[in-house]
Structure formats: C-alpha cells, structure tokens
C-alpha cells in the first residue's frame, strides 16, 4: 500500500543527525534509506519530488537528485513517471521472518533467548492446587462444557478490571485458551480475506502471524521515540479503513513503550469514529517493575464499547496455564462463544478453577514476578554495559524484553551467526509487516542472570566478527532511558 509523506514531515524525521561537510548526497541517502530500513517510514512511502525537498531541507536540488540516484542504485527508491518515487526494499533482501521458534521446538544445548517467559510462581502455585482440587470437584457434577467460562473466573476477571479502572461485568469476559486463541477468535468473528488491520509497527510476530492466518492484509502504524502518534493514526485510519486495529498499549512488546492516558482516549476515539474495532493485548499489562504508574485500562475510555481486550495468564503467571480472556460488550462476548463451539467447545475446568485461587491471591503472584524480574532486567542492562557498550536501548519499565539497537543494519545477519554456534536470538524484521527494523533485536530479560551474561557475551563477539554491529568502542557506556529512536 503506498502512502504520501511531504517535504516538511520528511524534513522533519530526518532531522539535522544527517549532515556532514563535503558528504551532503551521500549522508542524505544514507538517513533516507535507514528510515525505510529502520521502520520509521513504511515500505512504499511516497517521498517528495526533488524540487519540493530540497528547499525544505535548504540544500541544493543536486544534492537531493544525487542521493535520489544512488536510492535507486541500490534498490531502494523506484520512480514511476507520473507517480513519483517510493522507498522500498531491494528485492532479495531478507524479510520479516515467520516469527520467533515454536517454544519447545529448539534443541535442548541451544541457548534460547527467544522466549519471554518466566518459570511458575513457586510457592505460590503448590499452595493454591488444594483449593483449586477442591473447587473442580465441584464442577465435575457438571457436564464440564462452559463456553464462555466458568462463572467463578469470569467474575473474578471482570472485579480485577474493574479494580483497574474499567469497570466490567462477568457478562462481557469470554475465557480462552491464552491470548493468541483469543485473537484468532476476534480475527475469525470480524474479518474476511482482503480485509485490512492497522497495528503497531513493530509488533508481536505472532500477531503478524495469526492476520497472515486469516488473510487479513497487516498495514503499520510507526512508533515515534517516544510512542504512538496519534495523527498518524487517525490518518490511517482514513486512508485504510481497516476492520480492525490492533494495539499493545502497555510495555509494549517488543519496544517497551507505554501509552500515555490522553493517548488511549484519543486512538479509541479515532477508532470508533472510523468504524474500526480496536483489539486492545494486554499480555504484558501486569508486569510493572517500576516507573510511573499504567494509565486505566484502553477499555476504559471507550466510547462506544468498540474496544476488545485480549489478556493471559500466561505472561504474568506461567506460561504452562494455558488460559486467556476476552473483554467486550456482552453481544460480542456471546457471539464470540459461538464462534468458538466450532473451534474447541471450551477452555479445561481445573486450568480456570486453577486460575480462581491465583487471581484471588494476584497482588502475591506479581510481587512474586517483580522479585524474579528486576533483578534479570538488571543483569540484562549490566551484561550489554560490559560487553555491548556500543548497542542502546530504552530501559525497560515492564513486560520481559529490551528492544536493542545495533549501530548497523544486519540483525538478520547477527541472528544466523549467532545460530550457526547455538544461540537463538529474534531480529527485528520478524517484528515487522515488511522486513523492516535491521537494525533491531529483541532480548528477553526472562532468563536466569547467568544465561543473560554468556548470551550477551557470545552476541557481542558474533557482532565483532560482523564489523560495524560492534559499535564504537568497548568501554562501559551508559543506556539511554528516555530518548533516541525506539
């Protein structure tokens, strides 16, 4: 899909990082092609003509002509006559892989720091298997088949959202089989092939995967440095008109990013108007370590309960219960019921009588999951001082993983190399509609200190041996915590 940018928004986005003496063509090129290759711009952005950037930029017409032809040298800009010029990537180019391994699917000696996900919360989870025996035997007088849940969870999740600012009521929760059922049911209820979703851009791989399941064509939304761009959603939403929208609005996987408040009310707004139901994955939303507050629940500032919300427990309890949940208005809840009896009828009894006796003791589980995480968020940050001073990041207030910057586009390249000698790393193309963000990976913080360390180190030395992804030199260097690209 192409889009338009003008010359005082590309002005802008480059910013004045770009120029240098005696270079100004090849620095210009150089700044345009990492804005596509970076995903701050989307693939087939429409760019200006070289007459209306140049004075923009206060640069001669040559110098954006030059730097406009060595883009087309490398595959990177196609001009059209009468339709001007897009970036792209060149064909042949790596694009955004499938997605992260299959947890479980890699061999046992690798070092996988694919997986953002934490062991279960011991003691806790012992403690609470008597009473949850004791309530599922009560359920097995029954038939077992509860659709949209048992009512006992379907309560106790409505009070938890109504405890963080939206209030809810066991009628508008639907229990899953974890997150990604959850959204493969709204996908399944609300779109058809050749529909379109906007989202985020990056997102979760297997969001990508789960619209490319459905055929539902992906449309991103860039995120600034320092979140959402509102504007840029609303004109999307114009120019798109999607079915859907989907959204992590809190520590936002991969980036970190949280939504601010004013954020929230103004996308579900822009959603609702557009006729656009926004999908609201609130996966990582309990997982705070510190930093300011989480704003109420998106859900919360719905205006016309047109905002879905998509939760599990597998992130803030363990990634072995296998459950998760919907939000929504009651007709939607039901309908989704319906869908799902073609699916797999119901979500296990004693996973959700488990779940009654967690959440009933939820302020424990997550003291539990702060004590497990800040300490490996720690050791993550003090291991790329060490051995990665040359990679920044946005240090994490929450969720499970940092989104690194390389200083050179080839995570691709760093995530085979890597491979090659049994470490599993996610680049960041596989977080991308387009093959986008090169220059990215994520690491998860999930794992154990030691882990952390040594991947980090054989990542640092794979990245010497590739060159530029070193970075410049090799003394501790502090992390950037609120600034820079994301």
């Known amino acids: 899909m192409v889009r338009n940018i003008g010359p005082a928004a590309l002005a802008a986005l480059l910013g004045e990082g770009w120029r240098r003496p005696g270079a100004a063509a090849v620095a210009l090129a150089d700044s345009l092609r990492g804005l596509v290759v970076d995903g701050r711009l989307p693939v087939q952005t429409r760019i200006p003509s070289e007459r209306a950037l140049a004075p923009e930029l206060g640069v001669g017409r040559g110098t954006v002509s030059r730097a406009y032809d060595r883009l087309r040298e490398e595959g990177f800009l196609i001009s059209d006559r009468g339709a001007g010029s897009r970036l792209v990537l060149p064909p042949g180019r790596p694009g955004a892989p499938v997605g992260p391994p299959v947890p479980g699917s890699v061999a046992p000696q690798a070092l996988d720091l694919t997986i953002a996900a934490l062991p279960g919360p011991e003691p806790l989870l012992a403690e609470v298997m008597d009473p949850a025996v004791r309530a599922f035997r009560a359920l097995v007088a029954s038939h077992g088949y509860a659709a949209a849940g048992i009512p006992a969870l379907r309560e106790a999740l409505a009070e938890r959202f109504t405890a963080r600012g939206a209030p809810t ?204 995480l800040r300490p490996r968020r720690d050791a993550l940050l003090a291991a790329l001082d060490r051995h990665a001073p040359g990679w920044s990041l946005r240090v994490p207030h929450g969720g499970l993983s940092a989104w690194i910057r390389l200083p050179g586009a080839g995570a691709t390249a760093l995530a085979a190399e890597a491979a090659r000698d049994g470490v599993l790393i996610t680049p960041g193309p596989a977080f991308s509609v387009d093959g986008t963000f090169e220059h990215h990976l994520r690491l998860p913080f999930s794992a154990a200190p030691q882990v952390l360390e040594e991947g980090v180190r054989r990542l640092a030395a794979y990245a010497h041996d590739l060159g530029e992804l070193a970075g410049p030199g090799r003394a501790p260097a502090p992390h950037p915590s609120g600034s820079g690209a994301i």
């Open 169 to 372: 009521t066991a009628d508008q929760v639907l229990v899953t089989a974890g997150a990604q059922h959850a959204l493969h049911l709204v996908l399944t209820l609300l779109c058809a092939p050749g529909d379109r979703a906007l989202l985020d851009a990056p997102t979760y791989p297997r969001t990508l995967a789960a619209l490319r399941t459905a055929r539902v064509r992906a449309v991103g939304v860039p995120l600034g440095p320092q979140g959402w761009d509102v504007d840029a959603w609303r004109a999307s939403l114009t120019v798109v008109a999607p079915r859907v929208a989907l959204t992590i609005p809190d520590f936002h996987n991969p980036t970190g990013l949280t939504m601010a408040a004013s954020d929230r009310a103004a996308l579900a707004e822009a959603c609702a108007r557009a006729g656009s139901t926004l999908v609201v994955d609130e996966t990582m939303t309990e997982l705070r370590l510190d930093g300011p507050a989480v704003p109420a629940p998106v859900c919360a500032f719905d205006p016309g309960a047109a905002v879905i919300t998509v939760g599990s427990m597998s992130k803030a309890a363990w990634g072995g219960l296998r459950l998760g949940w919907i939000r929504a208005s009651p007709a939607l809840v039901r309908d989704l019921a319906a869908v799902r009896a073609d699916l797999d009828m119901a979500s296990p009894a004693f996973e959700q009588a488990l779940s009654v006796e967690l959440l009933a003791r939820w302020d424990e589980v997550l003291a539990n999951r702060r004590a497990l």
